[in-house]
């Protein structure tokens, strides 16, 4: 009866969560409407907000933080005064409730840690994270077989999570800590992700592989989320993509902010993972958060 009662807790947290997802991508479509909007005044309008002032970004960067900063304004949209017949028109303002907190959500979650020494490479705290950098394991093994793997072959290569087709997650290696998950990416790289390699990283068990992937800049500023899948086996489990869908939001509310969503073989070329089978949730993880785009 007490593990039914907490699979209920788990469940009920893992509800709220999502209900919370929602009104989290319910506000970034209404901060967009309301981005479009002031775009379109002020090519009516000459005013300060120009378009022409935005600052250059780089590449494949910072989308996420765009969006956290749109949310911020939600309060003051709904139009009182100036403005108010276009409010008028608007999507009603989403109900407010308290988001789940990092630790509400690790709790749903159920994670297993299993902290290996090797895998630690150095400090990351929040100013070095922008990315979360998803691999499948080409694999069956189960999430502690696959650290267990890693830990006996010496490379001293890890990823922080490994989830399961159960949706049974462990982690190997804190937020707050390197890990070489990303390996070695095309030459070039670095400065197309806005990342640099740094005296933070170790660099233990690297090894070259050529000097047309020269960059390792990525291991330093993301969290690396392994899937056990085997490209080209077939479907992700539901269970495996929820707790993805979960992991995902813990790590948004763990930093403060939503990092961008990649996998590997955008870091570096030729890479297997993720597989193709995997290319709509990707897409979906980039665009709303979650794989199914809910
Ligand atoms: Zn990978």
Redesign the pocket.
Known sequence: MLADGRKDGGRRRRQRQRRWQRRQRQQRRWAAALASLVLACCTLVPCACSADSEPAREPNAGSGKLEVKNDLLLPEVPGEGEGASDAAEAPAAPESSPAPSAEELRASLGIVEDYRAGFDHGEKGPAHQKYIML??TEGESGPRDVVDFWDGNGNLVAAHFVVGKDGSIVQCVPLDRIAH?AGFGDTGHNALYGVEDESRDDRLGTVSIGSWASDYGMNSFSIGI?MVHVGGSGEYPEAQLEALDALIAYIDAYYGFESQIID?KAWRSG?S?TSPEFAAYLANYQTARTHDGV
């Open positions: 691999h499948d998950h392994e590997h890479n993972d």
